[in-house]
């Protein structure tokens, strides 16, 4: 069976807290793409969920007073009600207490051990709490001392069971090598390759009960539980129908593997996503060209700092969307970063780019459509006609924004997509001023320019709003009812479809009205 299903990823987020506007731009990002993708005819499955297990979760949990598993169900509950509050739609929830992907997960060890893959020994060094890993001298600083990024290090000795990482080493810089596409943007595969020609260590996969219980325990050696990573990684197969077992309700894995795109930050690139999972996969069995690809996204600052809880200058998303709309931070969130960069997270940039390009750009040339066709033809719109030259021209323009849109969404580059759409609505409303239909409507002998004029108006609209439609689900919605039109299949030919018959189209009813604050009153 050949691969027929678009597969898409998260990061499953962690359960120790609510929240915040970077777990809400990755799966936003990854919805939009997901979106996109079904507007272009394809099957899509698209997967996210929580990562509940580790220690993180379970000091959480005590601090609270809880069972770790109460605690990561109640934070659990805040991830999907923001999902749904932000129209993310995904078609598997990867939750890692799951009992089908612990099973998965302890077959997975099993297998390796019977292979020779694992190993015990013991080891004394300084770990850190909060990465949840050992540390080695290369992570000290150049003061010699283990950064603040480490939290809590402690000297500890003990007994762990090992993956034999290191024999994987050179299958995988030849895989570097030979594999370009591997991550998106490509920047990012020489930031692997050097924290590979730095790392020779095997990988330390259990943590001994006695230190920490909250994981999935061995299945061959009942005093440990598997490290939060291991666990949480294979989540991309485990909720994909991987090992599947009658009755569990998974896709069919050879539909949909190998994952055209795990969405993450850049901060779990080096070295789980980008070394130890195609390594994991090599051991567990796969082939080269079923190492899913990566796509990784920057960060959202605050005036250039980190967002952290511990810093206090948490964003939370929910309020934002509750302010301004759902479609008004998801449109700031896939417009305001380049992909793979880093940006500045600031409510006046949601605002601005909001009234400018939504409420004055979009939303003033939906109303112009729909009241002048109102008002001058009560709603009723013929096809153009032939003998239109400046209409013909700007179809043309249309077309080569749509190419330019579908490039830049299959290669993930979102603000260049955006771009093009931005030009359409500016050209359509330039149109405007140009044809002023006002004019046109004085004089009888203009009837059928007028027409024309309408007609291509209602069609650039619908336009727009169908290239928009992956990133404002609800508002391309309103604007397709109001127009009384359906979004345009954009991959099938013609991209830019203009009316065929008489046609008419329903009331303006604002989609975007202006956000008022005092800045935007001046
Ligand atoms: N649980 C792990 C991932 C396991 S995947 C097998 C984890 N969780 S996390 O909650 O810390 O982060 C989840 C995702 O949110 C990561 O991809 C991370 O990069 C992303 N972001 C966290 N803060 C972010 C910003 N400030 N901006 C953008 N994305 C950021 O890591």
Redesign the pocket.
Known sequence: MSKEVFYIT?????TNAAP????A??KVLADTIARYQRLCGKEVFFLTGV?QHGQKVKQAAEQKGVEPQAFADSVTEKFLDLWKQLGVVYDGWAATTDPRHKRVVREILQSLHDKGLLYKAKHKGHYSVRQEQFLTDKERDESGNFGPEWGEVQEIEEENWYFKLSEYRDWFVNFLNTHPDFITPSFRIAEVANAVAKNSADLCISRPKARLSWGIEFPFDPEFVTY??FD??I??ISFAGYLPKEGEGFPKFEKVWPCDAH??????LVP??GIYWPAMLKAIGFEDHEIPKLLV?????LRGA??SKSQGNIIDPKLLAEQYGTDALRYYLMRDIVMGQDADFSEERLILRYNTELANGLGNLLNRSLNMAQRYRQGVLQPVGDGHADIEAERAANREAVAVYRKAMDAYQLHIALDAIGNIITRANAFVETTAPWKLAKDEAQASRLDAVLSYLAESVRLAATLLSPVIPEAATRIFEQLGLSAIAICVEPVCPALEATHKTGAAQPVFPRIETPETNG
């Open positions: 998260t990061a499953i987020d962690y915040h506007i970077g777990h731009y990755e990562d939060v990573w949480a990684l989540n991309y969405v993450i930050g850049k901060d779990i789980a996503h996204h920057g960060w959202w600052n980190k967002i």
